[in-house]
């Protein structure tokens, strides 16, 4: 199906693209989500603004201990550039769709898309980072942890656009594991740890969740399991196995029982080669 006809908007600037923006344009970034989406009809917008036009929010700068990751960034450029300086953001971009996919889509469309089983999500979560919006009122500054507030719901305000996310660089030791039947599809689970360690003892962890729940969470319950332990099969099985509180969705690629045994299998693998990790 073709979309049904729209104004297409070619700012020349990021205060041209938040005018837009704040009349009710839609952004388009690298079109991967939003172009079959309009295909299907499922969204008719009358007018896009293509932010693609913008170059200048296609960069990754390092900033002390930090890379800020401009929004029109493609995950194939996270991926090959950030594979020593921040490896779980990298290795979250190299686990998204194809090459195809990797090559056009950008880290700010996936993030305002903010699918449940996205890639990022769980990693940013994991990490610590910060996402940056901006609106003509400013620029403000959003917890990757608050920012996921439903399925395909952000924290972003109207007339706002994602600028830029903020990751730490890892001094941590990092794990990430997705689960799903097709190697190029979303995840049925994807676990991202962020950890430390000395002796063996967990001193500190974060634990970022995609594709289990409504959307992407920490998944603090197990983090407060471990901190303080070594990892012990038993220590680590009752931190896995424990009851979960959160709403685990059922849809037609895995039911909620098959999804909740993913997810214990892939926090099990991420948490182990963050582990591993830490002793090198
Ligand atoms: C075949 C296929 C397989 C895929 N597999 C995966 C996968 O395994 N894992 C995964 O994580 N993703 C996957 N994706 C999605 C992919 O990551 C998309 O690139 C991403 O969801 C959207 O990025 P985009 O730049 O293409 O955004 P677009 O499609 O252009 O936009 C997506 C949404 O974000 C909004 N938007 C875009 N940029 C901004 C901005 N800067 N600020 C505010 N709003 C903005 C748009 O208005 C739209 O609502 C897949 C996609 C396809 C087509």
Redesign the pocket.
Known sequence: MYPRNFKLIWPSSLEEALEAVEAGA???????????MMKLRLIAPESVVY?GAIRD?DYIKELNDKFAIG??TT?SRIASELREGSPLISKAAS????VQ?RN???I???V??A?P????PAALIALGAVIRAVSKNGIREIPAERFFTGPYQTA?DHG????EVVVPKTACSVGYAKF?RIA????IAAVAVRLSAHDGVVEDISIGISGVFAHPIRARWIEDALIGKKLADEVLSRAINAEVVHEVISDPRASKEFRLKAFRAMARRAILEAYENSKV
């Open positions: 839609v952004p388009l970034a690298g079109g991967q989500s939003l172009i079959p932010l929010l929004a029109l995950h686990e998204i769709g194809d996919v056009m889509g950008t700010g469309g996936s305002a898309h699918d089983a996205a890639d990022y972003l706002e656009l994602v600028m799903t190029t599809d979303f995840a």
